[in-house]
């Protein structure tokens, strides 16, 4: 079964450092485009970047970019979200997806296969 | 960035009705342009790719078309499963943008 299972809910102070993860399993993981996604509470969806794993081709959204880094490590099939200060405002839901396609040149493509979600909490 | 305007942002529709939702790009995108489902607590669900095309195991009653940069998501004979939030995403210049959501209540 292909599948993304995504690391646990985490509840965070302003300023600390975080890194979620999302495992890809039952397909060829580092070629295939994995993105993630925010889900702020009760707003829309955000596209906040993708990662081509297997030579850690990265696209950020501006309004993401410095402010995350996504990578990956395909020897353990796993995509990362960190963080090195969080905010409050950070607060939400953040899934990763896979592409439908396969290949580095299918990067205008869809997000087919979604991880379960990790929502994160940032509160003093 | 391209911005996806969605419209209606809420619909209210009773079971075995007709809806559509529309998505208008801010400037053309080659219909790289997809429609997902999303219900509360869960995960999106990938509805339709490339404008038109229906992923595998999506139910007929779903079908989308494209007529230049805008593009509309038509559900026939709405099953209570339907009632969802819809968002459109285009997928053709970096930032890969959504749309702001529809949500699909009961009537």
């Known amino acids: 079964e292909v599948q993304l299972v995504q690391s646990g809910a985490e509840v965070k102070k302003p300023g600390e450092s975080l890194k979620i993860s999302c495992k890809g399993s039952?397909?060829?993981?580092?070629?295939?485009?994995i993105g993630w996604v925010r889900h702020m509470p009760g707003k829309g969806l955000e596209w906040m970047g993708i990662?081509?794993?297997?030579?850690?081709?990265?696209r950020y959204s501006p309004s993401f970019q410095g402010q995350v880094t996504i990578s990956a490590d395909k020897s353990i099939s796993t995509a990362y979200l960190q963080w090195s200060s969080l905010k409050a405002s950070d607060t939400a839901m953040y899934y990763c997806?896979?592409?439908?396609?396969?290949?580095?040149?299918?990067?205008?493509?869809?997000?087919?296969?979604w991880g379960q979600g990790t929502m994160v909490t940032v509160s003093s | 960035d391209i911005q996806m305007t969605q419209s209606p942002s809420s619909v209210s529709a009773s079971v075995g009705d007709r809806v559509t939702i529309t998505c208008r790009a801010s400037?053309?995108?080659?219909?790289?342009l997809a429609w997902y489902q999303q219900k509360p607590g869960e995960a999106p669900k990938l509805l339709i790719y490339?404008?038109?095309s229906l992923q595998s195991g999506v139910p007929s009653r779903f079908s989308g078309s494209a007529s230049g940069t805008d593009f509309t998501l038509t559900i026939t004979s709405l099953q209570p499963e339907d009632f969802a939030t819809y968002y459109c995403?285009?997928?053709?210049?970096?930032?890969?943008?959504f749309g702001q959501g529809t949500r699909l209540e009961i009537k």
């Open positions: 995403q285009q997928a053709n210049t970096f930032p890969f943008t």
């Open positions: 490339a404008a038109s």
């Open positions: 400037q053309g995108i080659n219909n790289w």
């Open positions: 039952g397909y060829s993981f580092s070629t295939y485009w």
């Open positions: 990662i081509y794993p297997d030579d850690s081709d990265t």
């Open positions: 997806a896979r592409h439908r396609s396969r290949y580095s040149s299918s990067f205008k493509d869809a997000f087919h296969i």
